[in-house]
């Protein structure tokens, strides 16, 4: 069940709310039923650390690692060279330093990527993780599908706040089947259908 504002915008021809909406029984329950406060862990959000993660995740020992992959797009434009590409994934990603990422949230910044891009950018990912990292994403139900850009937060264990992106993204919707063919070190773990979105979780093996 979710709560929308009347109020929208239309961005890059589709019409967005103006305000944030709230999207109950996400699947990072999953997640916060096995982690424990007196245990440490590290987070990747992709988000940029919105206001309502960082206040959930300050009641556990975590370490969040935050890169705003929207506000300063990070996304080579189409016909860069790989090796350019990666230069461009690399420099994002190098504030980790010498972390190791228990859970990543992509969020949809995958769908921003093609398909090369996207192995590219899961291939340097990969130097972060370890086996059993836990990943959550959204997919497409199909490579057609139209995905509006959202920035995610993380208000309760259950609950998930989007707000719309203003800006022009490139479009590159993945269906479950290709981000595991593209991330290649992935099996899927969960998935749950979402306004024509897939909420899905995986698992680094």
Request: aromatic share 2%; glycine share 14%.
């Given at each position: 069940m979710s709560a929308t504002s009347p109020?929208?915008?239309r961005v890059d021809g589709r019409s967005l709310p103006m305000q944030?909406?709230?999207?109950?029984?996400?699947?990072?329950v999953r997640w916060f039923d096995e982690l424990r406060t007196d245990e440490p862990f590290t987070v990747l959000d992709?988000?940029?650390?919105?206001?309502?993660?960082i206040a959930l995740l300050s009641d556990y020992r975590c370490r969040v690692y935050?890169?705003?992959?929207l506000d300063n797009l990070c996304v080579p434009p189409p016909g860069t060279d790989m090796a350019v590409a990666a230069a461009v994934f690399e420099d994002r990603l190098s504030f980790i330093?010498?972390?190791?990422i228990d859970y990543c949230l992509l969020w949809d910044y995958p769908n921003y990527l093609s398909f090369d891009q996207l192995r590219l950018f899961s291939r340097i990912l990969q130097g972060y993780l370890h086996l059993g990292s836990q990943i959550h994403m959204f997919t497409a139900m199909h490579a057609n599908q139209d995905m509006a850009p959202w920035?995610?937060?993380v208000?309760?264990?259950e609950t998930l706040v989007r707000r719309p992106v203003r800006r022009a993204m490139p479009g590159h919707p993945h269906s479950q089947a290709e981000i595991v063919d593209a991330m290649e070190y992935v099996r899927l773990d969960r998935g749950a259908?979402?306004?024509g979105r897939v909420e899905t979780l995986l698992e680094c093996i």
């Open positions: 109020l929208s915008a944030a909406t709230r999207e109950a029984g996400s699947l990072l992709l988000a940029g650390g919105m206001p309502e993660t935050c890169a705003d992959l330093g010498d972390g190791v920035r995610y937060s208000a309760d264990p259908l979402r306004d």
